[in-house]
């Protein structure tokens, strides 16, 4: 088995997006990518809130929980705009009903993405420093904590930037978070140390988008 399958995957079966997209204008008032949002938020939250159409609300959300890391990834931001697709997406399109075509061409190719693993964890690296309050204490402690065994850096397109993945039984409170650049002062995840490399290649691209960032903030 390749190791890329143990990658998530995810199905392409938004039904509700699907009707939207056919006849955005029907639906949602006007062929707006943020009437679409408020559109979807405003489902889920009935759904969840009153119990409304419940059977719909116990399937996967319409719009995936990592979508708008791809559209950070994809549209070559430095965020993911706090997870408001909508937001990251008229970032770069001012037009309403154009961000709106965008969205529907960024959903398909999440769902049609193949991801590629550049780098995973070193097994003598996971450990790291951190300051945490245990118990009722009220000061802070350094403790060692360590990263998941399975992380891995991972991108799919040569857009820049990366993902880091680690399997669901791992804790790791950023799993399937875009990163536009190795941020070492901002997370030991992120030190480039840590990790085996696996495509050069890829790795050296991101290394080099990474100094250019830098080197731009400064």
């Not at 009220?138 to 360590?146: G, H, N, P, S």
């Not at 399937?176 to 650049?181: H, Q, T």
């Amino acid at each position: 088995m390749d190791e890329n399958d143990n990658i998530k995957t995810f199905s392409h079966g938004g039904s509700l997006l699907e009707t939207i997209r056919k006849r955005p204008a029907m639906y949602l008032g006007e062929s707006s990518i943020t009437a679409l949002w408020h559109y979807i938020h405003g489902w889920e939250a009935a759904s969840g809130h009153f119990g409304y159409c419940k059977a719909d609300f116990e399937k996967p959300p319409e719009v995936p929980r990592y979508f708008a890391d791809w559209v950070g990834y994809r549209l070559h931001l430095d965020s993911n705009y706090s997870g408001f697709w909508h937001k990251a997406i008229l970032s770069r399109i001012k037009d309403e009903h154009l961000a709106l075509v965008r969205f529907f061409e960024l959903y398909d190719e999440f769902f049609q993405r193949e991801p590629k693993i550049v780098a995973s964890i070193k097994k003598d690296c996971r450990e790291y420093t951190v300051s945490r309050k245990i118990g009722s204490a009220r000061e802070f402690t350094e403790v060692v904590e360590l990263l998941p065994e399975s992380l891995r850096i991972v991108t799919y397109t040569d857009d820049p930037g990366f993902f880091l993945v680690a399997e669901e039984d791992e804790t790791l409170s950023f799993n399937g978070w875009f990163f536009g650049a190795f941020e070492i002062s901002r997370s030991a995840s992120l030190s480039p140390g840590r990790y085996e490399v696996h495509d050069q290649v890829t790795w050296d691209r991101l290394l080099m988008q990474s100094k250019n960032i830098g080197e731009t903030s400064r």
